[in-house]
Protein backbone atom coordinates (compact mmCIF):
# COMPACT_ATOMS: atom_id res chain seq x y z
CA UNK A 1 0.00 0.00 0.00
CA UNK A 2 0.80 3.58 0.04
CA UNK A 3 2.96 5.03 3.07
CA UNK A 4 5.24 7.96 4.01
CA UNK A 5 8.07 7.97 5.97
CA UNK A 6 9.38 10.41 8.53
CA UNK A 7 12.49 9.04 10.47
CA UNK A 8 13.28 12.04 12.59
CA UNK A 9 10.44 12.57 15.31
CA UNK A 10 12.74 15.44 16.84
CA UNK A 11 15.08 17.86 15.18
CA UNK A 12 16.60 20.72 16.97
CA UNK A 13 19.09 23.13 15.23
CA UNK A 14 20.21 26.57 16.24
CA UNK A 15 18.97 29.61 14.33
CA UNK A 16 20.79 30.74 11.56
CA UNK A 17 22.02 26.81 10.54
CA UNK A 18 20.49 25.12 7.49
CA UNK A 19 17.18 22.44 7.98
CA UNK A 20 16.34 19.42 6.17
CA UNK A 21 13.87 17.34 7.14
CA UNK A 22 13.40 13.97 5.66
CA UNK A 23 10.47 11.67 3.85
CA UNK A 24 10.62 9.13 2.09
CA UNK A 25 7.22 7.13 0.40
CA UNK A 26 6.15 3.97 -1.09
CA UNK A 27 3.53 4.25 -3.45
CA UNK A 28 2.25 2.10 -6.29
CA UNK A 29 1.21 5.16 -8.66
CA UNK A 30 2.90 8.40 -9.06
CA UNK A 31 1.63 10.35 -6.06
CA UNK A 32 1.34 14.07 -5.52
CA UNK A 33 3.80 14.94 -2.43
CA UNK A 34 3.25 17.64 0.21
CA UNK A 35 4.60 19.07 3.44
CA UNK A 36 2.16 20.66 5.98
CA UNK A 37 3.06 22.50 9.01
CA UNK A 38 1.35 22.54 12.46
CA UNK A 39 2.26 25.33 14.92
CA UNK A 40 1.82 24.80 18.24
CA UNK A 41 -2.06 25.39 18.94
CA UNK A 42 -2.85 25.69 15.23
CA UNK A 43 -4.00 24.18 12.37
CA UNK A 44 -1.82 22.09 10.16
CA UNK A 45 -1.86 24.25 6.93
CA UNK A 46 0.09 23.76 3.21
CA UNK A 47 3.54 24.71 2.85
CA UNK A 48 4.25 23.47 -0.41
CA UNK A 49 3.76 20.68 -2.49
CA UNK A 50 4.80 18.74 -5.67
CA UNK A 51 4.61 19.99 -9.05
CA UNK A 52 4.05 17.58 -11.94
CA UNK A 53 6.15 19.73 -14.37
CA UNK A 54 9.80 19.45 -11.93
CA UNK A 55 9.28 23.04 -10.74
CA UNK A 56 10.86 23.26 -7.29
CA UNK A 57 8.05 24.95 -4.91
CA UNK A 58 9.51 27.29 -2.50
CA UNK A 59 7.55 28.95 0.26
CA UNK A 60 8.73 30.73 3.25
CA UNK A 61 12.27 30.08 2.20
CA UNK A 62 11.30 26.36 2.32
CA UNK A 63 11.96 24.38 -0.95
CA UNK A 64 11.00 20.62 -1.66
CA UNK A 65 12.28 18.24 -5.08
CA UNK A 66 10.71 15.23 -5.42
CA UNK A 67 13.00 12.50 -6.41
CA UNK A 68 11.16 9.67 -7.78
CA UNK A 69 14.19 7.85 -8.29
CA UNK A 70 14.94 7.47 -4.52
CA UNK A 71 11.25 7.84 -3.77
CA UNK A 72 11.81 11.20 -1.49
CA UNK A 73 10.78 14.72 -1.22
CA UNK A 74 12.87 16.24 1.74
CA UNK A 75 12.28 19.39 2.84
CA UNK A 76 14.88 22.32 3.26
CA UNK A 77 15.69 25.91 4.31
CA UNK A 78 19.03 27.43 4.20
CA UNK A 79 18.58 29.28 7.47
CA UNK A 80 16.45 27.87 10.35
CA UNK A 81 14.45 31.14 12.36
CA UNK A 82 13.05 30.48 15.09
CA UNK A 83 9.87 31.05 14.25
CA UNK A 84 9.86 27.98 12.16
CA UNK A 85 9.47 25.67 15.37
CA UNK A 86 6.67 23.72 14.41
CA UNK A 87 5.59 20.29 14.00
CA UNK A 88 6.18 19.21 10.40
CA UNK A 89 4.46 16.91 8.38
CA UNK A 90 5.18 14.92 4.84
CA UNK A 91 1.88 13.78 3.31
CA UNK A 92 1.38 11.93 -0.51
CA UNK A 93 -2.12 11.76 -2.28
CA UNK A 94 -1.74 8.61 -4.46
CA UNK A 95 -2.29 9.59 -8.08
CA UNK A 96 -5.79 7.44 -8.12
CA UNK A 97 -8.04 8.68 -5.34
CA UNK A 98 -7.43 12.34 -5.17
CA UNK A 99 -7.85 14.06 -1.78
CA UNK A 100 -7.51 11.27 0.47
CA UNK A 101 -4.38 12.25 2.19
CA UNK A 102 -2.06 9.78 3.75
CA UNK A 103 0.54 11.31 6.30
CA UNK A 104 3.99 10.81 7.62
CA UNK A 105 4.71 10.73 11.28
CA UNK A 106 5.27 13.74 11.60
CA UNK A 107 9.17 15.80 12.85
CA UNK A 108 9.04 18.15 15.23
CA UNK A 109 11.74 20.98 14.29
CA UNK A 110 12.91 22.95 17.25
CA UNK A 111 15.24 26.05 16.62
CA UNK A 112 16.91 27.20 19.71
CA UNK A 113 18.60 31.19 19.81
CA UNK B 1 -11.30 32.54 2.80
CA UNK B 2 -12.83 30.25 5.14
CA UNK B 3 -12.66 28.62 8.06
CA UNK B 4 -13.34 24.88 9.71
CA UNK B 5 -14.94 25.23 13.69
CA UNK B 6 -14.75 22.18 15.61
CA UNK B 7 -16.29 21.42 18.13
CA UNK B 8 -15.95 21.39 22.02
CA UNK B 9 -12.16 21.97 21.89
CA UNK B 10 -11.40 20.05 25.20
CA UNK B 11 -13.88 16.60 25.88
CA UNK B 12 -13.67 14.57 28.55
CA UNK B 13 -15.49 11.76 28.99
CA UNK B 14 -15.46 8.15 30.60
CA UNK B 15 -14.59 4.73 29.78
CA UNK B 16 -17.43 3.54 28.14
CA UNK B 17 -19.13 6.52 27.09
CA UNK B 18 -20.50 7.21 23.87
CA UNK B 19 -19.28 11.01 22.50
CA UNK B 20 -19.50 13.00 19.40
CA UNK B 21 -17.48 15.77 17.86
CA UNK B 22 -18.86 18.38 15.61
CA UNK B 23 -17.01 20.26 12.44
CA UNK B 24 -18.43 23.25 10.29
CA UNK B 25 -16.83 24.86 7.32
CA UNK B 26 -18.14 27.79 5.44
CA UNK B 27 -15.89 26.95 2.73
CA UNK B 28 -18.27 25.27 0.38
CA UNK B 29 -16.13 21.85 -0.09
CA UNK B 30 -17.60 18.76 -0.96
CA UNK B 31 -15.37 16.91 0.79
CA UNK B 32 -14.79 16.56 4.54
CA UNK B 33 -12.33 14.23 6.54
CA UNK B 34 -12.12 13.35 9.90
CA UNK B 35 -8.37 12.66 10.94
CA UNK B 36 -7.17 11.25 14.32
CA UNK B 37 -3.78 12.95 15.83
CA UNK B 38 -1.32 10.49 18.02
CA UNK B 39 2.09 12.57 18.96
CA UNK B 40 4.52 9.68 16.96
CA UNK B 41 2.06 8.10 14.70
CA UNK B 42 1.33 11.14 12.45
CA UNK B 43 -2.55 12.05 11.49
CA UNK B 44 -4.52 9.08 10.47
CA UNK B 45 -7.77 8.73 8.42
CA UNK B 46 -10.67 7.70 10.22
CA UNK B 47 -13.84 8.61 8.11
CA UNK B 48 -14.17 10.64 4.81
CA UNK B 49 -16.78 11.66 2.58
CA UNK B 50 -17.28 13.18 -1.07
CA UNK B 51 -21.09 14.98 -0.88
CA UNK B 52 -23.72 14.62 2.01
CA UNK B 53 -25.08 11.59 3.19
CA UNK B 54 -21.90 9.62 1.61
CA UNK B 55 -19.30 8.37 4.09
CA UNK B 56 -16.10 6.17 3.07
CA UNK B 57 -13.97 4.13 5.87
CA UNK B 58 -10.54 5.16 6.60
CA UNK B 59 -7.46 2.94 7.94
CA UNK B 60 -8.88 3.65 10.99
CA UNK B 61 -12.73 3.67 11.44
CA UNK B 62 -13.01 0.92 13.59
CA UNK B 63 -14.65 2.31 17.10
CA UNK B 64 -15.98 5.31 15.52
CA UNK B 65 -19.64 6.34 13.65
CA UNK B 66 -19.57 9.72 11.41
CA UNK B 67 -22.46 10.90 9.45
CA UNK B 68 -22.76 13.62 6.97
CA UNK B 69 -26.35 15.50 7.86
CA UNK B 70 -25.69 18.63 5.34
CA UNK B 71 -22.49 20.08 3.23
CA UNK B 72 -20.94 21.94 5.35
CA UNK B 73 -21.13 19.75 8.63
CA UNK B 74 -19.54 16.62 9.42
CA UNK B 75 -20.12 14.79 12.95
CA UNK B 76 -17.73 11.68 14.54
CA UNK B 77 -19.02 9.66 17.00
CA UNK B 78 -16.64 7.89 19.35
CA UNK B 79 -19.32 4.48 20.02
CA UNK B 80 -17.38 3.29 23.42
CA UNK B 81 -14.26 5.65 24.96
CA UNK B 82 -11.72 3.50 26.01
CA UNK B 83 -8.59 5.40 27.44
CA UNK B 84 -6.06 4.20 24.41
CA UNK B 85 -8.58 6.88 22.83
CA UNK B 86 -6.91 9.91 24.20
CA UNK B 87 -5.96 12.00 21.23
CA UNK B 88 -6.41 15.07 19.11
CA UNK B 89 -9.24 14.74 16.21
CA UNK B 90 -8.92 16.95 13.22
CA UNK B 91 -11.79 17.93 10.81
CA UNK B 92 -10.65 18.57 7.22
CA UNK B 93 -12.14 19.66 4.44
CA UNK B 94 -11.12 20.05 0.36
CA UNK B 95 -12.57 20.54 -3.05
CA UNK B 96 -12.91 17.18 -4.42
CA UNK B 97 -10.42 16.74 -6.38
CA UNK B 98 -8.16 19.41 -5.60
CA UNK B 99 -4.99 18.02 -3.75
CA UNK B 100 -4.80 21.19 -0.52
CA UNK B 101 -6.66 19.64 2.33
CA UNK B 102 -7.92 22.58 4.75
CA UNK B 103 -7.87 21.59 8.68
CA UNK B 104 -9.51 22.69 11.97
CA UNK B 105 -7.63 23.15 15.23
CA UNK B 106 -8.69 20.33 16.61
CA UNK B 107 -10.59 18.73 19.63
CA UNK B 108 -8.47 17.06 21.99
CA UNK B 109 -10.13 13.72 24.35
CA UNK B 110 -9.41 12.43 27.13
CA UNK B 111 -11.31 10.18 28.72
CA UNK B 112 -11.28 9.12 32.43
Known amino acids: GDSVTQTEGLVTLTEGLPVMLNCTYQSTYSPFLFWYVQHLNEAPKLLLKSFTDNKRPEHQGFHATLHKSSSSFHLQKSSAQLSDSALYYCALIPNYNQGKLIFGQGTKLSIKP | GGIITQTPKFLIGQEGQKLTLKCQQN?????MYWYRQDSGKGLRLIYY???????QKGDLSEGYDASREKKSSFSLTVTSAQKNEMAVFLC???????????FGKGTRLTVV
Open chain 2, 49 to 55: SITENDL
Open chain 2, 27 to 31: FNHDT
Open chain 2, 92 to 102: ASSVTGDTEVF
